[in-house]
């Protein structure tokens, strides 16, 4: 096991992940810093999880409304159609959100939820705050990588 010391002097375990790029990743070896990412992980689980009831929710009624087509044939239209096709492009894009939350409980559930994709550093709290999903710290973000 690879130990560090922090500024504030509590013990690190290092040896367990790196991030690209050979970036090691600090795990928490105090009490305190354990209960700290646990409390996080709950809230990232609770939330993640409610959107994605929230758009299973809108795709069952999206898929509701997708079972009846109107008459399409030429020279006649059911201006119902419009609202159909409308409906279509919405199912896809709540397929897409759902694929992106799925995929971001996997990564809590592989414990990278917090890891930026790029640099394997720390993404910020306030930032999965705000965007739930993403990959990258605000640094990496801003880089365009």
């Not at 119902?80 to 971001?104: C, S």
């Amino acid at each position: 096991m690879i130990d560090a010391v922090d500024l504030q002097g509590s013990t690190m375990d290092l040896s367990r992940a790196t991030g690209s790029g050979g970036v090691m990743m600090a795990h928490p070896r105090t009490e305190k810093e354990k209960v700290a990412v646990s409390e996080r992980e709950a809230k990232y689980r609770q939330r993640l999880q409610k959107e994605i009831d929230e758009v299973q929710r809108g795709l069952a009624e999206v898929e509701e409304r997708l079972a009846e087509k109107g008459d399409y044939s030429l020279g006649e239209g059911d201006p119902a159609i419009y609202l159909w096709e409308m409906n279509l492009a919405r199912r896809e894009r709540l397929r897409a959100r759902l694929e992106e939350l799925q995929a971001a409980m996997a990564r809590l559930d592989r414990g990278t939820y917090e890891q930026c994709s790029v640099c394997g550093g720390r993404i910020e709290e306030d930032r999965l705050e705000l965007l739930p999903t993403t990959r990258t710290c605000s640094e990496c973000a801003r880089k365009g990588r």
